[in-house]
T-cell receptor, first 114, second 107 residues
Framework: DAGVIQSPRHEVTEMGQEVTLRCKPI?????LFWYRQTMMRGLELLIY????????DSGMPEDRFSAKMPNASFSTLKIQPSEPRDSAVYFC????????????FGSGTQLSVL | GENVEQHPSTLSVQEGDSAVIKCTYS??????FPWYKQELGKRPQLIID?????GEKKDQRIAVTLNKTAKHFSLHITETQPEDSAVYFC??????FGTGTSLTVIP
């Protein structure tokens, strides 16, 4: 298996633009997580899905952020409109069976909002 | 919510020495405690984990201990090598991460 695949690897955009980050979990994994990593705040859980259903989105910073999982092999995290403080590395991760199993992280998307 | 504290934030050791990183948590119902290693520019990778029904777990040079009463768990790396240099994160369940420890192993 190729592991968790994220795209793009790098994204540079201007303030106010819409940004869409994409993730393909490991085939068969039923849990998918989105995290954000910054120097100031470390790794933060934004939202997680189980069987394509959002379970906990309490970490989503504000209404500008939204996430979807239309099927078992694809998820998106959208920021609209983007702001400079959204600049961070966004990781997607997946696991099988429960939230308390080994997490497999994607390579991350480095987002820079100018 | 859960409050995870990790110490120290930076740690330098001589090659061959041991390194210990400690995390505390607040929710006594928490039951899964993984540790991740993240090299510069790379993704976090699980190196060891422990569940609440176990007090200690070892995997070669790496061990984790859990004290449920005191609500803390620790990562122990013995016989450190330069390739152990990285940032290490503790986590509680998969939801709350510590702030990270930057470990440098000096050859």
């Amino acid at each position: 298996d190729a592991g968790v695949i994220q795209s793009p690897r790098h994204e540079v955009t201007e303030m106010g633009q819409e940004v869409t980050l994409r993730c393909k979990p490991i085939s068969g994994h039923d849990y998918l997580f989105w995290y954000r990593q910054t120097m100031m705040r470390g790794l933060e859980l934004l939202i997680y899905f189980n069987n394509n259903v959002p379970i906990d989105d309490s970490g989503m910073p504000e209404d500008r952020f939204s996430a979807k999982m239309p099927n078992a092999s694809f998820s998106t995290l959208k920021i609209q409109p983007s702001e400079p403080r959204d600049s961070a590395v966004y990781f997607c991760a997946s696991t099988l069976g429960s939230t308390n199993e080994k997490l497999f992280f994607g390579s991350g998307t480095q987002l820079s909002v100018l | 919510g859960e409050n995870v504290e990790q110490h120290p934030s930076t740690l330098s050791v001589q090659e061959g020495d041991s390194a210990v990183i400690k995390c505390t948590y607040s929710d006594s119902a928490s039951n899964y405690f993984p540790w991740y290693k993240q090299e510069l520019g790379k993704r976090p990778q699980l190196i060891i984990d422990i569940r609440s029904n176990v007090g200690e777990k070892k995997d070669q040079r790496i061990a984790v201990t859990l004290n449920k009463t005191a609500k803390h768990f620790s990562l122990h790396i013995t016989e450190t090598q330069p390739e152990d240099s990285a940032v290490y994160f503790c986590a509680v369940n998969q939801f709350y991460f510590g702030t990270g420890t930057s470990l440098t192993v000096i050859p």
